[in-house]
Every structure is written in C-alpha cells, then in structure tokens.
C-alpha cells in the first residue's frame, strides 16, 4: 500500500514507480498527509518531503528507507511560478518584480536562516519546534544546491527532461515545443535619465565618443562574465542530473543512455559489449554495525578502485543503495571471467580499507552481448540483475557469466554460460 496526493501531484514518485516497473503492481491510496498512517502500519510507504518527514519519523524512533526520484534521474522542478503569456505581455515589469520579490525573500531566508524560523514559528507553523525548522531549512538548503545553482535558475535541458518523462506517462504531447516556456525580461534599453549626462556632454565631442566606447567595452566584459558564470552553473547542474553525488559516478539515466548507443555500435561493428551487475554482499551488516558513514566510505572506495581497473571509455555507474554496473563497448567472451575477477578483487580492496570487522565481498552477473539485435537496453540489464540475484541466492561472493543472442534469455546459452563461487 503506497499512499500517494491525489491525481497526478505526486508526478516524481509516479515516474519513478513507472520507470522501475511497479506503478501497476501497488495498491494507491489517496494521502491522508498525515505520517501517523505511515507510523502506525496503516501504509506501507508514504509520500513526504526529505525536509520534513525524516525529522518526525527520527523524532519517534523509527527507522525509515527514502526512496529520491533523483537517484533514478527523475529531476523535477519544485516551487515553480507560472504566469500566462497574456500577463507576461501586458505587464512584464510586474512579472519580473513579482520574481525577484521571490528570489529575494529566498535568498535572505538562507542568509540569515534563524531570523526565516523565527518568523515561520511565529506566524506560520507555530505547531513545529525550532529544531524541526531548523532541520528543514537545512534539507531545503542542501536539495536546492544552494551554493552550487543560483536560486531560480531554470535548466533548458533540465525542462526538456522533464517534458520527455512526462510524455512517457503520456501527460504532455511528444516533442511539444517549450519555447517562451521560461521566462525571460525583455531588454530595457536605454532610458532617458540614462542617456540625459551624455546629451548634455555633447559639447565636449570626442570626449563623449570616448566615453561612449568605454562605457560598451565595459558592458561587453560585464555580459560575457554574466554568459560565462551562466554556461557554468548550467554546466554543473547538468552534471549533478547526470552522476551519483555520493561517488560522483554516473547515475542510471547516464548509463542507460550509453547503453543504448553501446548496442547501437555492436550492432553496426560486430562487437561484443559486456554488462556487469554488482551487488555487495554484508553491506547492510556494515551500515547497521558501524554506520552510514562507513558505508558511503566503502562505496566511495568501490567507485576509486574499480576506475583504477577500468578503462577511460568504460562506463562505471552507480545504480543505488550498494548496487554498481560496468559497461564495456567491447570485451571477448573469453576475457569475461578475467573482467570479473578484477571487479571482485576491487571491491575486497576497497573493503580492506576500512579495517572494520565486516568483509564484503561482491556478487557480480555479467552479460556478454553476443548478438543484439533486437535488445533494448532495459531488457539487458535485467539479465545482468537476473544473473547477479543467481549468484546472491546461491553462494554471494562470486559471479555467473552468461552470453545472449537478440532479446532471448541468456540461459537458454549453456555452453556459453559460466559460474565462480571465490573461496
């Protein structure tokens, strides 16, 4: 039972739910946007907020697993201001005051973040303490990427993704076009009082062409600062859409995208890609005896040692939770046993690095692509999950290769097929 706000405000989760295949295998109930159903077992999972709900859940004792759509590439904007064309036309100055009347009361709520609770506590939200504010205000700081993304700034390609996910629900028309969908001022130009100093100049003459030149050589400097802190901030924004922000690996959505051009290429070249499925055994042992923070240092030093191993044009991404993928555009299907112990071999050497009484070792499916036509790259990665989950429920620490023709199952190759067990 997922208890869910009605109709389609909870577009993040829905998509999430969709992309990973349950949107049609749970039970939706209408939220309540009370977590007491959650805490008294009324509900399975609940849609909350990361800035609110951990607090009440941490607050009562109970331990609780967040499920981000952004771990999945599902990057929605929240706390958006819409206009219509029609205002935006009549009255842009109104619309531009009105968004920087916003931007500012949000910049100054960071700045001077318990002067923000003091006022919340005492006119909005008088039932919440100063601590839980405070947690808020926090998760609030650290979702947005406040230090990293200017507040308010909107991604192009950001929209576009968003248009593309939401097309794949079958909300928004394919390809609709988002021009003039972000806001934008029109350029004031020249105003009287501005031009007034250098009319009444006018006598001085070539003074006044000087001055003029001067005053564009500066603007020019000014704009391409502007245009270059912009290109940046995009430019990290994108990448922060695309990798891991615990690892800095790629993500899901940035490996699903290479896979595909990955088949593509086996297709047109007569190659072999290969596809491995990684999964640490004990590491939920780890989190439990020794902390989170111990397992983000393991899974960091998962992610260092396997690039060490790896290839530049290899793509080594981060799935979530304890789980990894490799993807070689190209790799013979007697080098696939060789590929997996180095994998193994990492993860033991990270592991070791911890010192700790836990000893994770890896349980790892590879899928050696021999024939693609006809697979998708959602169809073979869960082969590659399928043959890791083989080797979970047998002995862990080890790995099945398996090879594939087109989109039929892999185990249907048995004298393609291999199984290790590490000692």
């Known amino acids: 039972k997922v208890m869910l706000l009605p109709g ?10 969709d992309q990973v295949g349950l949107l049609d295998k749970i039970v939706r109930i209408d939220s309540s946007t009370d977590v007491n159903d959650l805490i008294n077992g009324n509900v399975d999972a609940f849609d909350g907020y990361n800035s609110n709900e951990p607090y009440t859940l941490d607050e009562a004792g109970i331990p609780a697993i967040q499920f981000d759509p952004a771990t999945y590439g599902i990057q929605f904007y929240n706390d958006v201001l819409f206009t219509d064309q029609r205002h935006t036309n009549r009255d842009p100055a109104l619309i531009t005051a009105f968004r920087d009347a916003s931007r500012r009361g949000w910049i100054s ?28 205000a926090n998760a609030v700081h650290d979702s947005i990427m406040a230090d990293v993304v200017e507040i308010g700034h909107m991604s192009p390609l950001r929209w576009e993704k968003i248009r593309d996910q939401l097309a794949d629900l079958g909300l928004v028309p394919r390809g609709m076009s988002l021009a003039s969908f972000i806001f934008s ?21 070539i003074a006044l062409i000087l001055a003029a030149v001067a005053w564009v050589i500066r603007k020019n400097v000014q704009l391409q600062d502007q245009v270059d802190e912009r290109i940046s901030a995009e430019q990290k924004a994108n990448h922060l859409a695309t990798h891991d922000y615990l690892t800095g690996l790629p993500n899901r959505m940035l490996l699903m ?34 902390g989170h923070e111990c397992g983000d240092r393991l899974l960091t ?3 260092r040692q396997v690039e060490l191993v790896t290839r530049d044009e290899d793509t080594f991404a981060r799935m979530g939770g304890d789980e990894f993928v490799l993807l070689i555009d190209h790799m013979p299907v007697d080098r696939a046993a060789h590929e997996a112990e180095r994998l193994a071999l990492a993860v033991l050497s990270a592991n070791a690095s911890l010192q700790t009484d836990v000893q994770v070792t890896a349980s790892i499916g590879i899928l050696t692509i021999v024939d693609p036509q006809g697979l998708t790259p959602d169809q073979a990665l869960r082969m590659a999950d399928d043959l890791m989950y083989e080797v979970k429920r047998s002995a862990k620490n080890g790995y099945l290769i398996r090879a594939c023709e087109g989109n039929t199952k892999p185990d249907t190759i048995g004298p393609a097929e291999q199984q290790h067990a590490r000692g």
């Open 8 to 17: 389609f405000r909870s577009l993040a989760l829905i998509a999430m739910l």
């Open 109 to 136: 709520a960071f700045e001077h973040p318990e002067k923000a609770i003091s006022v919340v506590l005492n006119h909005y939200a008088m039932e919440k303490t100063r601590a839980h504010l405070r947690f808020e």
């Open 185 to 205: 001022e029109p350029d004031e130009g020249l105003r009287w009082d501005d031009l007034q100093p250098y009319l009444l100049a006018g006598a001085l003459g």
């Open 257 to 290: 995208d290479r896979l595909q051009g990955a088949l593509a290429r086996a297709r047109r070249h007569d190659q072999t890609p290969l596809l491995a499925f990684i999964d640490l055994d004990r590491f939920k042992l780890l989190n439990d005896r020794h």
């Open 301 to 303: 030093a998962v992610a």
